[in-house]
T-cell receptor, first 114, second 109 residues
Framework: NAGVMQNPRHLVRRRGQEARLRCSPM?????VYWYRQLPEEGLKFMVY????????ESGMPKERFSAEFPKEGPSILRIQQVVRGDSAAYFC????????????FGPGTRLTVL | RKEVEQDPGPFNVPEGATVAFNCTYS??????FFWYRQDCRKEPKLLMS???SGNEDGRFTAQLNRASQYISLLIRDSKLSDSATYLC??????????FGDGTTLTVKP
């Protein structure tokens, strides 16, 4: 019974490159959430998705960031033209049914922008 | 003002002590509440759900006060292994989750 899977665990990019972060929810979970944690800061909500739908993206930066959760395959958080300020831990969480169910977190992807 | 506020601490307590954390939330429409712990900035792990009727799990007790819009976590008989950052979260009816910035606890021998 695998938990939430994220890959890669560590990602290094140079400024201007693209970063793609993947998240596979727990089996039976249809809700996915992305969070960002900057160094020495708290966990910040970015986006909430169900299969093929973005439900709430109020925490996503307006430019360069996008997320999807296709019918088949993992959820993807995509950051275009990365800048040093994007360096952070990106956590994905999933929940079973309703949007107020318990969320279970993946191990995170540590993004470093050189 | 932040939507969810926690005392950042740090709380430094001896083993065996009882320690309490509070967390206030500003969105009265929040539907559900949880406490998580985070170790060394690894992934947050669920500690317990929070209900108005209270929720107890061993040495941990969580409580929700909707009228005052705060939740609490009580840890009795602290262990060294309780040292971590404790995060409270309020979830709105549209699914958006708002975490507090966390309270750091260090339990010392």
């Amino acid at each position: 019974n695998a938990g939430v899977m994220q890959n890669p665990r560590h990602l290094v990019r140079r400024r201007g490159q693209e970063a793609r972060l993947r998240c596979s929810p727990m089996k039976g979970h249809s809700h996915v959430y992305w969070y960002r944690q900057l160094p020495e800061e708290g966990l910040k909500f970015m986006v909430y998705l169900q299969k093929e739908n973005i439900i709430d993206e109020s925490g996503m930066p307006k430019e360069r960031f996008s997320a999807e959760f296709p019918k088949e395959g993992p959820s993807i958080l995509r950051i275009q033209q990365v800048v040093r300020g994007d360096s952070a831990a990106y956590f994905c969480a999933s929940s079973r049914q309703t949007n107020t169910d318990t969320q279970y977190f993946g191990p995170g992807t540590r993004l470093t922008v050189l | 003002r932040k939507e969810v506020e926690q005392d950042p601490g740090p709380f430094n307590v001896p083993e065996g002590a009882t320690v309490a954390f509070n967390c206030t939330y500003s969105n009265s429409a929040s539907q559900s509440f949880f406490w998580y712990r985070q170790d060394c900035r690894k992934e947050p792990k669920l500690l317990m759900s929070v209900y108005s009727s209270g929720n107890e799990d061993g040495r941990f007790t969580a409580q929700l006060n909707r009228a005052s819009q705060y939740i609490s976590l009580l840890i009795r008989d602290s262990k060294l292994s309780d040292s971590a950052t404790y995060l409270c979260v309020a979830i709105g009816n549209a699914g958006k989750s708002t975490f507090g910035d966390g309270t750091t606890l260090t339990v010392k021998p």
